[in-house]
Structure formats: structure tokens, C-alpha cells
């Protein structure tokens, strides 16, 4: 094949291409629900399991208005039963008006169900555990019970008209014949949505992929999913659950919650704005993630992770030689989000021993001097010497350019001078001043 | 079907599935290296290109001695040509006679081929971008001179008789005959190992599980994998690259590196321990993961994230009341990592609005007070509203505790001396004065 043949098949593919999304759910999956999704954010019941969180009702105010602003479908609080304060802090939510749909989230029980529908929540979250683990060592109630109460309460609930979620807890550890068994009988009698649940943080994403897409053909509702992250998959568990056909995912702010928390929002939006970009762009504020992020921070007293998901100091931050050059030229080279789509700016660190030359060409340009390839390529070595002895920073950078470009001119006038006798023009001075302070 | 019946079903079934992994790999899976994997770190590579690292040559000899003891399998360095301390450095590491393989990762280019054999590493890591990003970008070349330059890197580096890894960069960008056909030809002249790297972090774990298990059926050599985290899906995509019959994973401690890094070292572990637990404690120092961790944390001025898989400080922090209850039944129960095997505690945080009557008991017995479980609900529900109030610390709740055993007991003691007209014993003194104190 020749070269220009080659070169034919590749455009017509790349042709091709730019009518899919290549980083998207597979088109030919109808199951999927990748661009179709729904948040349930649990920052206020899941999150307040997380071990720092106390939320005054005022707190607890202030972040379900942040997240109805933000564009969460649903927020989940606390149960009403956990204590007097939540069931007041339940109420006071209910009565803001929010876009958002309220939640309360209870055990599978007529007590905490009565008090629940009082609460004027738009919806109740059920939840019983399925697995032996929860069985034998939480409630101690075998699957026939927990048919018979799910079904008193669900029927309960939805004679007060509003949603109905019942899930199982420990999903990935219980029966998958148990499971299905009491999926089937709750769907039947109509709830709205059936849960999914990664109680301890267990499952990967080809296990979330089968338990999904079987569920899936036994249920006639929604099927919502709960990833905790104790071993790290928690967001791409959900994604692979949404390709499943799951259509709603619980989040938290920073994925706070019991042990080191669930999926978290913010990482969860990196993920999916890469599969369904305008879904993700139309229906979510993604310039208000940091801001949330930093409420909820401030509210549990942590610092956002280092390498947080698009808002970590790093995230968009590029260092290395080979891909400052090639960032420069286009930024999707090394890009899969774009840091406006967030409100946020991306950093090309060029003051480190791995620079190249065309990082440190971008600032000779910002600089606004004059030096040809060969010049920067020169002074790029001296600063890659520079930072082989200690720790670089922009000042540094910027000073050893100058000087070098000072020096670059000043021959060029000594030889002239030099026949005079004179003094020489020191244009030097300002860099070799700053270069003085410094050492 | 009766009690008895479902019972007895239930317990062959436990027995039936006591005999396998239920979190592991599926078994029928001839393909899955998930309990036949190899780490390579690339801390002293990858993880300098964290915006925030610098490594004194001491600091890289201490970070790469500890990786060594941990049990990695290679360690992955800074090319030489990068500066001439980088050199040094690498020269300096494959002194030290560990046991881990050292590696160095080199463009494509004879340039650098020529330099990296001479520093006495074991193996020499190649990578080429083949996106059409890149290709247009970064180094501007087509496939056939990418073909052309990998071979004759990969013959020079045979002839000096150490190990070759052939990488694309950004291979879920590229197109899928470009890199078959690549890596079957480095495959044939007999590379020890490929590479897939997503460079951008775009990858999701059925691309992954797709890319690899066809990459499997084209090449005899091990393949090895590099995920970044851009979208937070770099453990879970290393886990299923395992499944898919991938060999190695590309780690850093911390998962530092460009952006927001790569795979980290703990998480990884923390995903592998659940699916192949006796290969793992086999062959991994897991208690040193905190020491590693907070050495390179110290190095490069970040703080552990506070939702880190494994070190995180409230990964084993169990805090709602129905955990509690179930936890101190058995651990098993809301957890699937056991914190001993991380040299590490579990922690039950009972001092909080959302505690249960378990968890109280439990204190009550640490405690070493006698207190029917009627009254322990009934103090409990005195720690619930306190903790509606304020944060509450566990000096607060025993406080409220041995006030209340003091209450119980002293009434029992009042009627009989009050006959006497006597001063009552005052065995409250003690919880009193406390309280006074702290009022």
C-alpha cells in the first residue's frame, strides 16, 4: 500500500469517526444509559455517615441549594427516626421549594415509613439487607420476612402517592436467585425504582456489568445504583451500570460517606462528560463543581484531594517535555476534558529538568523577546542544568531567560564598543540585578 | 417451600460457594492474570512528572529502596537523556543490587536508545504516539516510520541483552489495525513486552477489557498496562486489563504523575487483595504501604487525600448505627478489606447523632459499667440528642454514659439511707466533678 493510499483510508476513517463519539457507550447497545442518566446526590444521608460530618440545619440548607443549583434529580437526607434534629432538618428541606426532588432514606420498616411520609419528602429510599453477612449478623430476618415487610411498606408508601425506592443492601454478596426473587415481587406491585447497592466496596465493573443487564430484564422500573469505593472503583463501576441500563446513580459531594465514601460527583461528571458530552454540558452546571466541592469541604473539615478529579491543583497541569510541546499545538493531545467546560484554566509547568524546548519557546513568546530555535533550544539546557540542582520556579525561569537573552545581544554591541574603549551599554542590568537577589 | 427447606437450600449453597473466591476473577475465565500480576513503578518516572516532585539523587535511592522492599517487581526511571543528573541518577539506582528489575523509558530514537543501554538497567521501556493526535501534534510521523524507527530501537536494545517494552501512547485514540498491526510486528521480531497506555485518561473498563483480549490473540509476548485517572477510572481499568489477560499494571505511590496521575500503589492493591488474596499477602508487603505512602507525600508536599483507598484516615471508620451493630457481630459484615492485613485498625465511631444502642453497649462494656439494655437505649437516645446539638467527641459520650450508670444507681441507694437522715454516699462524685469540669 502505498503512502498516499494509506493516507486515503485513514481520512475517510477519521471521516467516519467524527460522526460517533468514540469515547462513548457502544451505539449499538440499546441498553444503555450513558446519555440518559439521573443523580441522586446523598451528601446529606450518606455523607453524613462520612466520620467529620456534622451539618447544622443551616449547613444542611445551604448545600441542598448548591446542589439543586448545580442540577441534581434528587437529594437524599438522612432518615427522620435517626433523631429528632433530622427529622426537623427533613422538613425544613422539603419546604424550600427546590427544583430537585426530596428523598428520605429508611429501613424497611412500618415505624420509620409512617414517619417518613409525614416529612413531606417526595420520595421514600427502602433499604434491607440481603446478603448472609446482613442476615445473620444485622437483623437476623430470613428472605420471606423481608418480602413480607418490603411489600407492607411499599404499599404503604405508595398509597400516600410519592416515589418508592426499595433497595437490597450488600447487593454483590447476596443470592443472585434471593435477589431477583424479591426484585421481581417489588417491581410487580409498582416501585418506582429498584436499588443497587455496594455496601462495602466489593464489586468490579464486569460483575456490575451482569448483575445490571440480568436485573434489567426482570424489573419493568428504573434501577438505581450505590457504589461504595473502598477498593477504587466506585466511579467506574457506576459508568459501567449506566451502559447496563441503570438510569439513576448515587453521589456525594467528594464522594464523602461511611469509611472512605461513595461516588463522587465531581469525579463521576469527568467521567461522563467524555461519554456524553452535550447531555452532560445541557443538564449540569460544571463551573459550580468547585465551589460545591469547597462548601462541603469546609463543611467536614478536609482539604480536596490532591488529585481530585478535575478540580485537584494538578489536574490540568502538564509538565513533561514530549507533552508541553505537543499541548501547545493542540490541547486535546493530552486532554480528554477541557478545563473551560469547568471554569477552570489549564498550567503548562515549564520549570523543571524534564522542559523542552517548546514549552520554554511558548514563555520566550510570553516574554515577548526574541530568540531563534537554536537560541532556546541553548537556553533550554541551561535551565534543564538549573533544575538538576534544586527545585525550579517561574521566577527562576524567567531570569535565566532574560539573562540569556541579554547576553545573546550584548556581544553583538561589545565588539563595537570595544574598539572605543568605552564603557559597554549595560543592558544587561535589570536581569543580572534580579539574578543578584536571588542568589 | 417451607422455612426448613429454603434453610437447608441456602446452607449447600454457602457451602458450594465457600470453595471459591465469589469476588475474584470468574474462574472460566482462561484469560485473567488477576492472581498472576506484576507491578512495574514508575514513582521515579511517571511520578516526576508530578507537577510538585522534585528527587534529590538521595531521595530517589531512598523511594526506590522502599518500593523494593514492598515487593514491586520493576522499577521504572526517568530517561536518561532528560538531563544529565537524570543519568546519574539511573546509573546510581542499578547499583544498588535490588532485586527489582530496573527499567528506563525512552522515546522511540536510537539518540536515546544509545545512552539508556549504557546506564546498566535491566530493561529499556519504548514509547511511540500512534493517535492521529499525536501523530499530527507531537512528533508528526506516520505509522510505516513508527514501524521503521521500533525495530530498529528494539534490535539495537536485544543485541545489548536486556529486556524491551514496545508502547504506543494514547493506543484508545488510535486506530485499532495501525496498532495490531505494530504490535504484531514488534511481537514477531520478539519484544518481552507490549504496552497500552492511556495517556489521556479517557479509557473506561470495557474498552480496556476489548483492547486487551484482542491484543492478547495478536501478540506471544506479555502485555502491560498504563492507565491515568483523569476520569477516575485508572484502578478499575487495571483491573479489568488483568482479566482481559494483561500481565503487568504501571503503578506510583499515590498514582502521582501528569495531571492527576495514574494508578496508585495502595489502591491497587486494596482492588487485588479482595479478588486474589493469597497471591497478594504472598507476594506484597501490605504493611508498608502507609510508610511508602507517606514517604513519597512528604517528597513531593501533598497530604494523604482524606478518602485514600487503604491509608485514608476514616477507610476503616465505621459510623451509622446499623454498621455498628453488624460490625462488632462480625467485621465482615461492612467490610471487604480487613485492616490488619495493612497493619492497620478498624475504628467504630459511636459519638455522633446517628449512633445506635449497639454501639453504646459496646462503649458501655469497654467501659466496664453494668447497664441493662433497656437503659442503654435509653442513654443512647440522650447521646442522639446531645449530638443533634454539637459535634460530639468520645469524652462527651462517656461523660453522658457514667453520668446516667451514676443516676441509675444512686436512686436505688437514696430511699434506703433516707430512713437514716444520713448524708447519702456520693459515688456520683467522680462523673460530676467530670462534668462540672468540662461544663
Not at 447476596?174 to 455496601?199: P, W
Request: some cysteine; glycine content about 6%.
Amino acid at each position: 500500500m502505498s503512502d498516499t493510499e494509506f493516507k486515503k483510508i485513514h481520512e475517510s476513517d477519521a471521516l467516519a469517526r467524527h460522526q460517533v463519539n468514540p469515547y462513548g457507550p457502544n451505539p449499538a447497545d440499546y441498553l444503555s444509559n450513558v446519555d440518559n442518566f439521573q443523580l441522586i446526590d446523598s451528601t446529606l444521608r450518606e455523607g453524613e455517615q462520612f466520620a467529620n460530618a456534622f451539618f447544622t440545619t443551616e449547613k444542611k440548607i445551604e448545600i441542598a441549594k448548591a446542589l439543586d443549583d448545580f442540577g441534581v434529580d434528587y437529594i437524599e437526607l438522612t432518615s427522620p427516626v435517626a433523631s429528632e434534629q433530622s427529622r426537623k432538618d427533613c422538613e425544613a428541606i422539603c419546604k424550600l421549594g427546590l427544583k430537585a426532588k426530596i428523598l428520605t432514606h429508611i429501613r424497611c420498616h412500618m415505624d420509620d415509613a409512617r414517619v417518613a411520609v409525614e416529612t413531606g419528602v417526595d420520595g421514600v429510599d427502602v433499604v434491607i439487607g440481603t446478603s448472609k453477612f446482613l442476615r445473620q449478623y444485622s437483623h437476623g430476618k430470613d428472605m420471606n420476612y423481608i418480602a413480607k415487610s418490603a411489600i407492607e411498606v411499599i404499599e404503604f408508601v405508595k398509597s400516600k402517592g410519592i416515589e418508592i425506592r426499595f433497595s437490597s443492601e450488600d447487593s454483590f454478596r447476596s443470592d443472585l436467585v434471593d435477589l431477583l426473587n424479591i426484585y421481581k415481587t417489588v417491581s410487580k406491585i409498582g416501585v418506582n425504582r429498584v436499588g443497587i447497592a455496594d455496601t462495602v466496596g466489593c464489586a468490579n465493573p464486569r460483575q456490575v456489568y451482569e448483575l445490571v443487564r440480568t436485573l434489567k430484564s426482570v424489573v419493568n422500573c428504573d434501577i438505581e445504583c450505590h457504589f461504595h469505593n473502598d477498593t477504587g472503583c466506585a466511579i467506574a463501576n457506576a459508568y459501567t451500570a449506566l451502559e447496563a441500563g441503570a438510569r439513576l446513580i448515587d453521589t456525594c459531594v467528594l464522594g464523602i460517606g461511611e469509611r472512605n465514601g461513595i461516588v463522587p460527583i465531581g469525579g463521576l461528571m469527568a467521567r461522563m462528560i467524555v461519554a456524553a458530552p452535550d447531555y452532560v454540558k445541557s443538564k449540569y452546571k460544571l463551573h459550580k463543581i468547585r465551589d460545591l466541592e469547597l462548601l462541603v469541604a469546609d463543611a467536614v473539615q478536609v482539604n480536596i484531594p490532591f488529585n481530585n478529579p478535575i478540580t485537584g491543583f494538578c489536574a490540568f497541569t502538564h509538565k513533561a517535555g514530549i507533552h508541553a510541546k505537543a499541548i501547545l499545538a493542540n490541547p486535546s493531545t493530552y486532554e480528554i476534558l477541557n478545563p473551560h467546560d469547568f471554569g477552570l484554566k489549564r498550567y503548562i509547568h515549564f520549570a523543571n529538568r524534564l522542559t523542552g524546548w517548546n514549552a520554554i519557546k511558548s514563555r520566550v513568546d510570553q516574554l515577548n523577546l526574541n530568540l531563534t530555535d537554536p537560541q532556546i533550544k541553548e537556553v533550554t539546557s541551561k535551565i534543564k542544568k538549573m533544575g538538576d540542582i534544586r527545585p525550579l520556579n517561574i521566577d527562576d525561569v524567567d531570569s535565566i531567560i532574560k539573562e540569556f537573552h541579554a547576553e545573546i545581544n550584548t556581544p553583538a554591541l561589545v565588539p563595537k564598543k570595544t574598539k572605543a574603549d568605552e564603557e559597554p551599554l549595560d543592558i544587561t542590568a535589570e536581569p543580572a540585578t534580579k539574578k543578584a537577589k536571588k542568589e
